[in-house]
């Protein structure tokens, strides 16, 4: 609680372990620049006493202060933002109001984020250059970004006037009486999280045509002041705008298209039609495998909490519509024992690299299967760390085919003895494109992970301060070891569903709630507490026993 500063005229503030006063109506933002020098990347965000503070914002009393830059998650999530709503107004000022219908931050590709468009206009190389040359105006300018607190009724006439309905729906599953309005030179717009103080901190950013749309480009988390050439990932995209498309036709594009659906008693339809559409794809993927002849190998890989389990089991019921008997086996059995599995920097055991997992091992086993051969199969005993052997023996038939799941599957130093023509490889991931409004959009990996603190929690008896501890290290795995070779996959699979955040919601929230302040995980779990709130709740008894939602939520048919 601030104090009355017409009785003092300044503030003791603690910086890394330096106190000093500093007048009263300073921002964060000027004492971040007397300590920039002390930090490898530019100052995005201030922590006042444990508490999130934008820089453009007064310090009000007596505190200690420490920084986050644009390498903290936090950080880099405000320069997208920021970003973003440059666009935004750059797109505005190019084009018009009138000509656009609807602007939406569609989904990540790669370094990109895809932007798609509504209205009277046409997206070309031309119009692209222009708005990217406004872009770079509003950054040379410098503008402020002025952030007000304004009356839900105040927020939606002028949403309405912006033609931003999107927003006024969202209002309307609002707890609060009034909403964060940020201003760019008279362009207003609402953003989920915190952003920089001005357009200038925006110092790289790229805007190409792709597709019909285009797409922003902006720095990884990794290395936030330089910018990695762009690559198009055309088998990721067609999958995002599959999903998209789809969420159209549903009449769910957004936050509040799904909760009028659940407001409306309209759930059950939903899950109904989005499980339909799922076990078509998979159907679809079945088909392929069977028309392709000597596929004996399925190999199934995608990131943490992607569903892989579920979907195995689903595409195995398909696999034996067409009279194949599929056989799963997972990767992970082939372990090499816990004291030469490799370790991470830090001494922690490194199991998501290819070399924790014993490659000539699997593909002797493997070759001997596609032979003809009788093999026993491994078990590995995650207690002991030990690979063991049960008579678990395998021997392939005419009709026989392996489903091998494992983070491992698309990368061919896997399975480097097994010939091509027998391995089809799938690809699997929760990629979600729901958007909170057009302009915000929900990262994949917020829908990952809230679906493993439910999974973890539920099945392993782990905090959700211990998931998202390990977050990190998941994520790199995932980059290192599964990203790089999506696009080789035969066939992709997304097993994100429209309503699952709303299912997830009443598990995810007591298990962020026990998380507290002071804790390193605490910003992470408010962020989600706050995304999650602008979602309805709803119960399970309404989900089939095969969802790939079952799996984190519990209640599946399938052994998971």
């Not at 997208?80 to 709503?85: D, G, Y």
């Not at 708005?131 to 006439?157: F, H, L, W």
């Amino acid at each position: 609680m601030g104090v009355n500063n017409e009785k003092i005229q300044s503030f003791q503030v603690t910086v890394n372990g330096k106190s000093r006063a500093y007048p009263v109506g300073i921002t964060f933002g000027e004492i971040a620049s007397v300590y920039q020098k002390e930090y490898p990347y530019p100052i995005a965000l201030a922590v006042r006493n444990g508490k999130i503070k934008e820089l453009f914002k007064k310090v009000d009393q007596d505190c200690t202060v420490d920084f986050l830059t644009l390498a903290d998650d936090t950080g880099h999530k405000s320069y997208n933002r920021t970003a973003t709503m440059i666009l935004m107004k750059a797109i505005d000022d190019v084009v018009g109001t009138d000509k656009v219908e609807q602007i939406k931050m569609e989904f990540a590709i790669g370094n990109g984020y895809y932007c798609a468009k509504k209205g009277d206009f046409e997206i070309t190389d031309s119009l692209v250059s222009q708005i990217k040359a406004k872009m770079q105006e509003y950054i040379d300018k410098d503008y402020c970004i002025i952030k007000k607190s304004m009356p839900i009724e105040e927020a939606n006439v002028l949403f309405t006037r912006q033609k931003m309905t999107d927003k006024v729906s969202l209002f309307r599953y609002r707890g609060s009486s009034s909403v964060n309005v940020y201003n760019l030179d008279g362009y207003y717009d609402y953003y989920y999280g915190f952003m920089l103080p001005s357009t200038g901190y925006v110092r790289c950013f790229d805007l190409q045509k792709y597709e019909d749309g285009m797409v922003l480009i902006l720095p990884n988390r990794s290395n936030p002041t330089k910018l990695d050439e762009f690559k198009p990932l055309p088998k990721l995209f067609k999958s995002m705008e599959i999903a998209s498309d789809w969420g159209e036709k549903l009449g769910v594009d957004t936050v509040s298209d799904l909760n009028d659906e659940i407001r409306k008693s309209r759930f059950n339809e939903l899950v109904l039609v989005q499980e339909a559409l799922k076990e078509r794809r998979i159907s679809e993927i079945a088909s392929d495998i069977v028309s392709r002849g000597g596929i004996k190998f399925v190999m199934i890989a995608g990131p943490s909490s992607s569903g892989k389990t579920s979907f195995s089991h689903r595409l195995s019921v398909q696999l034996r519509t067409h009279g194949l008997t599929p056989h799963p086996i997972a990767a992970d059995d082939y372990f090499v024992d816990r004291e030469n599995t490799p370790r991470q920097p830090n001494g922690d055991y490194d199991f998501e690299c290819l070399e924790a997992i014993d490659t000539q091992k699997f593909n002797e086993d493997m070759c001997a299967l596609l032979a003809g051969e009788r093999v026993e199969l491994p078990t590995f005993n995650f207690v002991t760390g030990k690979r063991e052997y049960k008579g678990n023996f395998k021997q392939l038939g005419p009709d026989d085919i392996l489903v091998i799941e494992g983070i491992h599957g698309l990368n061919d130093k896997m399975s480097y003895e097994l010939p091509a023509d027998s391995k089809y490889k799938i690809y699997i991931s929760a990629l979600t494109t729901l958007n909170i409004d057009e302009h915000n959009r929900i990262p994949t990996t917020d829908g990952r992970l809230l679906r493993r603190l439910v999974r973890d929690a539920r099945t392993r008896g782990a905090t959700a301060k211990r998931t998202i501890q390990m977050w990190p290290s998941v994520r790199k795995g995932e980059t290192e070891n599964i990203f790089p070779f999506q696009e080789s996959a035969d066939a992709m699979f997304n097993s994100a569903l429209i309503y699952e955040l709303a299912v997830l919601k009443p598990y995810a929230e007591p298990l962020l709630y026990s998380i507290e302040k002071g804790d390193p995980e605490y910003f992470e779990a408010v962020r989600l507490l706050k995304f999650l709130s602008y979602f309805l709740g709803v119960g399970t008894e309404e989900l089939p026993k095969n969802s790939i939602v079952r799996e984190f939520v519990g209640g599946s048919c399938f052994k998971v």
